[in-house]
DNA sequence: TTTATGACGTTGC
DNA sequence: GGCAACGCCATAA
């Protein structure tokens, strides 16, 4: 495997960690901060490999604001339950007041 | 090796 | 402004 594509998955996972509490980003907005934003679905398929490590897979969504991973998660409504435990609002899989919850690495790392 | 698929995003209608 | 179609790119079959 490209040495390149191990680092754009640690890349992935380190981005994902420093998420704050109570707050989320989407694929694009990770894959654009890795200089990839062609590469949205590889994040996504980046957080799969995630699972199981320290990596908050759950404040990840898509750019809509739905929780389309969350049957890769044990239970039907284990993602929007973790993110209600956050103080987030999530109703049916979908992310409320999701441009105020909204964290972009590019804006806030910089 | 070629084809199909998908935790996405953008563009066109 | 909402829905359909196309493009990207790594993995799986």
């Known amino acids: 495997m490209n040495p390149e594509t191990l680092n754009f998955f ?3 996972y380190e981005v994902a960690r420093l998420i704050p509490y109570g707050r989320v ?3 694009g907005a990770i894959a654009k901060y890795l200089a990839a934003p062609r590469s949205a679905r ?3 398929y980046a957080m ?5 490590k320290d990596v908050p897979a759950h404040r990840v969504v898509n750019r809509n604001g739905l929780l389309t991973g969350k049957n890769h998660f044990d239970g039907t409504n284990l993602m929007q ?3 209600e435990s956050e103080g987030i609002t999530v109703i049916n899989s979908q992310i409320q007041d999701f441009d105020v919850v909204f964290w972009d690495p590019q804006k806030e790392l910089r």
């Open 10 to 12: 640690e890349k992935v």
């Open 25 to 27: 980003t989407s694929y």
């Open 42 to 44: 590889m994040v996504g």
């Open 48 to 52: 799969n490999g995630s699972m199981g």
């Open 81 to 83: 339950q973790l993110l």
